[in-house]
């Protein structure tokens, strides 16, 4: 069975155990690496295990291993993502820090000198990686080394069994297929039938984990590919609407100016004077 194990190596040059992403969403998914995620501007909307994050301008949100998580951002936000392996800056010593359980602080909004310390690390980072100088591995590892420092010098840490954060085999099967079908016509029935599960079970089970009922959570995973078509394609609106799965323009065009508060056509418009604007 396919789950929704990232199976992606998050690998930069030399086989550095980590990669930076510049991203305006992700849908919903898990891996081993701890993520970092920054808001670098406008606003942005992180479920965690079920559980809904508000995210402005200069917030971070830290990830550890096996956390079910996607990332809905508005039109026009920017955000940077940072995945690395804790082998990076964690030898055996330190495995109990880092084995699923001790969770970390994992909401940074730069309203104390804490949180602030940690964002102005991860900028750092961020600068580092992208600069590639001589040793900037070393120089990143350290920074970790000090990011965690910080954390736990301050107590910003709690223990917690590792199985609360296991995520139902059966949500996996049914989210993976709504991943590989949803161009076509998916109900309440046709999840109940490859699941084998009651709609109701089914109900509770999106909304417990997404924060989502079925039906909301296709239309969002439908309206991300929508947005990155527009975005990416001269495509109109209705040949993008038929093929994410929306069965008439119209309500393409109201699903995704109840999401992201704009029109498909202006946000396409949005993205091509940002592209002359970078020009």
């Known amino acids: 069975m396919i789950n929704l194990y990232e199976q992606l190596q998050h690998k930069s040059g030399n086989d550095l155990p980590m990669k930076i992403y510049k991203t305006s969403g992700v849908y919903l998914h898990w891996h081993e690496e701890y993520e970092f995620i920054m808001v670098e501007n406008g606003t942005a909307l992180c479920i965690i295990n079920g559980e809904s994050v508000n995210l402005n301008k200069n917030t971070v949100v830290l990830l550890q291993s096996g956390i079910l998580h996607s990332i809905h951002a508005q039109p026009n936000t920017n955000i940077t993502a940072i995945v690395v392996s804790p082998s990076f800056w964690a030898d055996k010593s330190f495995s ?60 910003r840490i709690c223990h917690t069994p590792k199985q609360s954060r296991k995520i139902p085999e059966e949500l996996k099967t049914m989210m993976n297929y709504i991943h590989e079908h949803y161009t076509e016509k998916i109900t309440l029935k046709t999840l109940s039938a490859i699941s084998f599960y009651s709609p109701t079970y089914i109900i509770n089970l999106f909304k417990k984990f997404t924060n989502f009922t079925p039906a909301e959570y296709i239309t969002q995973y439908r309206l991300t590919h929508a947005q990155r078509k527009l975005k990416n394609s001269f495509e109109n609106n209705l040949d993008i609407a038929l093929s994410c799965g929306f069965n008439s323009e119209s309500y393409f065009v109201y699903a995704f100016k109840k999401r992201y508060g704009i029109t498909p056509r202006t946000y396409r418009t949005q993205q091509q004077q940002n592209r002359l604007d970078a020009e």
């Open 96 to 155: 109990e820090l880092f084995n699923g359980q001790i969770s970390f602080q994992y909401i940074f909004d730069n309203n104390n000198p804490i949180d602030h310390s940690v964002i102005e690390i991860l900028k750092l980072i961020v600068n580092i990686y992208e600069s590639q100088r001589f040793g900037y591995e070393f120089i990143m590892k350290a920074k970790f080394a000090e990011l965690f420092a910080i954390l736990i010098k301050n107590e």
